[in-house]
């Protein structure tokens, strides 16, 4: 018998104690799990709507269900006869999500994208987050547009940056008359240093869609300054009253400097399924495809 097969019929009281010291000193969490705070919009918006049962606005997930469709074709795959139905796939995603967002965003960035530039993910924030491990340096800063999703400056520095905060003009009652001051952006640039700018379309969290136009400024500046753009676009089909979401990554000269992320969560009512994939030419896909495997 083996060793496990003993250990497991030995009675309770047979099994040697070993004696095992407390921790001389209370754990600490590494520095750069430490600077994360302990509170934040969820922690305190949450239990608030639960408590006086309002509609919590603050929570990025919808309250209705998937259509039927999406939860047979899932629960086609989980109750399949195919012992490989439910194994590992493709390390970079599975060949038929792949392939049709393959197909999806040749179309939407009007160029043809190859199976070596989808990455698929565990959701846009792992997508960001490897984005930011693939390819920030020590030191490197990256600019971030104000009001913004908490959690982008914890993953810059998680990846050893530093962040720069610009922020929108409220010029308007609604938030696409919210405008972006492109002089503040360029000097929040630091030559030789800034690596790159988090764009958010629609934005988290007052819903701006950026249009074409502002885009075209913030690309020039990219161009001129050599900065990546991660593009979060995880709401790009939630886009209400004759708006329409562009990807910055469809402008001329900017696909080779943007890594576009998105998932399936929002649009399809499934955040709790953790699809989201990363699409960018092929070497910056590898890097981030290279973090993933970690």
């Known amino acids: 018998n083996s060793f496990c097969t003993l250990l497991t019929r030995a009675p309770l009281g047979a099994r040697k104690k070993t004696h095992i010291p407390p921790m001389a000193l209370p754990f600490k969490a590494a520095k750069r799990i430490a600077r994360v705070p302990r509170t934040n919009v969820w922690t305190e918006f949450t ?24 939860k047979q074709q899932a629960a086609a795959v989980v109750t399949s006869e195919d012992p490989m139905a439910n194994q590992y796939c493709r390390s970079q995603g599975h060949p038929e999500l792949v392939k049709h967002l393959q197909k999806r965003y040749s179309s939407l960035l009007g160029r043809d994208i190859s199976l070596a530039e989808i990455e698929v993910t565990n959701g846009t924030t792992q997508a960001l987050n490897l984005a930011f491990l693939a390819t920030i340096n ?6 971030v547009i104000e009001p913004y999703f908490d959690i982008y400056g914890y993953g810059v520095e998680m990846a050893h ?14 938030a696409n008359e919210w405008t972006l001051d492109m002089n503040e ?31 075209q400024e913030i690309a020039a500046i990219a161009k001129e300054h050599n900065l990546l753009v991660y593009a979060d676009e995880v709401y790009d089909r939630l886009v209400y009253d004759g708006c329409e979401h562009k990807s910055i990554a469809a402008l001329p000269g900017m696909y080779e400097r943007t890594i576009t992320m998105a998932s399936c969560g929002k649009t399809l009512s499934t955040t709790g399924w953790k699809i989201g994939w990363v699409v960018a030419p092929p070497e910056i896909c590898q890097a981030v495809h290279n973090a993933q495997t970690l």
């Open 185 to 215: 952006l360029r000097a929040a640039i630091t030559p030789g240093k800034t690596k790159g700018l988090l764009f958010n379309t629609p934005q988290n969290a007052p819903g701006k869609v950026w249009s074409v136009s502002e885009m």
């Open 138 to 143: 020590d030191g490197d800063e990256m600019i």
């Open 161 to 174: 940056g530093t962040v720069k905060y610009v922020s929108l003009k409220p010029n308007g009652a609604t």
């Open 47 to 70: 239990p608030l709507a639960m408590e006086h049962g309002a509609v919590n606005l603050g929570q990025g997930f919808p309250t209705f269900a998937p259509d039927d469709f999406i």
